[in-house]
């Protein structure tokens, strides 16, 4: 269990960057409606989305985050923090202190692995080798699962035909919308439209991740993106969490990608024991 602290209950959620209202989200609703004669071909929308996922092999950017919750008594802003991420999740976020740029948290994840470190307080050092399931959340969520969410949530390559429908698609906007999953309990509601007029090719605006009653777990908005060594980017990533009423955004900037990221980037267990963390257990001096 990843344990809840008082002063940790974002950072603890989010950044576990998808990384997800005491009541949870609503499922949305599937049309079944006759689907326009337009509509793009699943195999064409997953075409492009595979052949951009499949040349990211890791990324750097800077960034900025802000941190939105009930339990926050303000708006927390973080500036020039950075994203190192790496396939297939493995993800280590820093934020800074807005005005003296002084690290405030720091997190690892490498497969179920994390470590979220609090510069400013060892009190607020958590450490899982196991994964983590939030007491206050009823579904299992881990740091991993998290950082799949919101860099990449499916490995589009890989899937069928029969896993993914198109249900919508609006003609004016040129947006389709994809259900993944079985048909009567999706795992998942996809909005896709192209992007750059010149070489048009699909990307993600929108991704909801649903539980098994369909209610809403996680729901990312993808802006604003960007081309890097012909790789597209969302430079501009919200995730709304509607169990706990938290929104993330991460505003990147400078995205590289494909740089040599090696096992010292997220080298957790020796992170852990250079700050004497137990595995799943909050540190306590």
């Known amino acids: 269990m990843f344990p809840r602290h008082p002063n ?48 990211i092999r890791s990324f750097r950017a800077a960034g900025r985050f802000t941190l939105e919750s009930p339990e926050l008594d303000s708006i927390q802003k973080f500036r020039q923090g950075r994203i190192l991420f790496r396939r297939p999740a493995d993800v280590y976020v820093q934020g800074n202190h807005r005005v003296t740029n002084v690290p405030i948290f720091k997190l690892w994840c490498r497969g179920e692995e994390f470590l979220l470190e609090v510069p400013t307080n060892s009190q607020q050092n958590y450490y899982s080798l196991d994964g983590a399931e939030f007491a206050s959340v009823p579904f299992p969520v881990s740091p991993s699962d998290i950082a799949r969410e919101m860099f990449l949530s499916e490995d589009w390559g890989t899937l069928s ?31 896709v439209t192209k992007m750059d007029p010149a070489a048009p090719s699909w ?40 169990t706990e009423a938290t ?21 957790i267990e020796a992170r852990a024991r250079e700050l004497q963390l137990g595995a799943g257990a909050k540190e306590s001096r």
């Not at 974002?10 to 326009?36: D, F, Q, Y």
């Not at 994809?178 to 996809?190: D, F, K």
């Not at 955004?249 to 494909?258: D, G, K, Q, Y």
């Open 161 to 191: 035909a029969k896993e993914v429908r198109v249900v919508g698609f609006d003609s004016e906007s040129h947006v389709a919308k994809l259900a993944i999953g079985p048909s009567r309990n999706p795992r998942r509601i996809v909005d």
């Open 247 to 267: 929104r993330m955004t991460f505003e990147m900037s400078n995205i590289r990608p494909n740089l040599p990221l090696g096992d010292e980037a997220f080298d």
């Open 203 to 242: 990307v993600i605006v929108k991704n909801r991740r649903l539980d098994d009653d369909g209610a809403v777990i996680a729901e990312i908005t993808l802006q604003d993106y960007v081309v890097a060594e012909s790789i597209r980017f969302a430079s501009k990533v919200d995730a709304w969490f509607p």
């Open 8 to 55: 940790l209950p974002i950072l603890a959620l989010l950044l576990v960057p998808s990384i997800l209202t005491a009541c949870g989200g609503l499922a949305p609703r599937v049309e079944h409606a006759a689907i326009a004669s337009d509509a793009p071909a699943v195999s064409e929308v997953l075409g492009d989305l595979a052949a951009n996922d499949g040349a």
